[in-house]
């Protein structure tokens, strides 16, 4: 285990922030803690990081000051440091030697293509290349447990990718990744596990295949000749026909097998599949359900 936390609690005054969060984190994993704005997802991770302290609970990190590194939301460069200077000062913060920074600096550069401004000022970088030098400089040291508060915001989908596969490169190699995000897109192919919270409220704790299978509805897709009507027959929770193909949302799981044998007596099926709900929909029925219960 890495982290711990136990019926937390946060207010800025009367504001209750977050509100008996617990959860676990182990080793080797992306973990994904999601939520809109204003969920409690920064105030969260400043806790963890004991930039704040709770007023209830508790947070048990079985990890080293110097094995976590934080990329907070509010970037912050020395803007007329260079690109080289810059990695250089916050590698010997990390402790990292200057023989360790010069070996490891030239492949960061080149794989997040800043060969050629490793000599620039930072203030003469696009905010999309300064955000590739935070990253850097954040994820640089390979650190077993590193925390990133909406690490993709503001990048293009070329950088959003390239910073996925990062994230990824680094759990393989160990790291332990816990990153926030508002967007569900950019946490649907790439965490383990995921904890969606709303209104500082924990609504969804697990494994995303888990989550995915338990929480989700039994939903259909269905490529088709013939009438479309008999995809009605009293099992669909919704069907959304479109002609030549349909989606279709079952009420009860346990009902998939006799769907199939009733629409393919009576339709000719060219494609039947599965389908698990994306992480999205999970988002919006855990949102809309748990906020309403939160509000009475």
């Known amino acids: 285990m890495l982290l711990q936390l136990e019926r937390v609690n946060k207010y800025y005054g009367s504001f209750h922030a977050v509100k008996d969060l617990s959860f676990l984190l182990e080793e080797g994993k992306i973990y994904g803690i999601l939520g809109r ?13 004991e930039i704040y302290y709770p007023e209830q609970g508790e947070i048990k990190r079985f990890f080293k000051n110097s094995e976590v590194s934080y990329l ?8 007329k440091m260079t690109v080289a200077e810059t990695i250089d000062f916050f590698g010997q913060i990390k402790g990292m030697s200057r ?16 060969g050629e401004w490793k000599d620039k000022k930072v203030e003469a970088l696009s905010k999309g290349m300064q955000q590739k030098v935070q990253f850097i400089i954040t994820a640089m040291n390979t650190p077993r447990f590193l925390i990133l508060d909406e690490p993709f915001s503001g990048l293009d989908p070329l950088n959003i990718q390239l910073f996925k596969d990062e994230i990824v490169s680094l759990m393989r190699r160990g790291t332990t990744v816990l990153f926030s995000t508002h967007i569900m897109e950019h946490a649907e192919n790439i965490c383990n596990h995921v904890i969606i919270i ?21 939903n259909i897709f269905i490529r088709y000749s013939g009438d479309g009507r008999f995809l009605r027959n ?17 009420k009860k799981r346990e009902d998939y097998p006799d769907y199939l044998r009733t629409v393919a007596a009576r339709l000719d099926l060219s494609e039947f599949r599965v389908d698990l709900p ?13 906020g309403d219960e939160n509000e009475k």
């Open 198 to 218: 709303d209104k500082g409220k924990k609504v969804v704790d697990g494994e995303m295949s888990r989550v995915k299978e338990e929480y989700g509805k039994m």
């Open 37 to 49: 704005n204003g969920a409690g997802k920064t105030t969260t991770l400043r806790m963890i990081m």
């Open 278 to 290: 994306s992480l999205k929909s999970i988002f919006l029925e855990a949102v809309g359900a748990k």
């Open 72 to 79: 907070p939301e509010e970037r912050g460069l020395y803007p």
């Open 99 to 114: 023989k360790e920074i010069r070996a490891n600096a030239g492949e960061w550069l080149e794989h997040f293509d800043l």
């Open 234 to 250: 009293g099992m669909e929770e919704s069907v959304d026909d479109y002609g030549t193909y349909a989606e279709v949302v079952l």
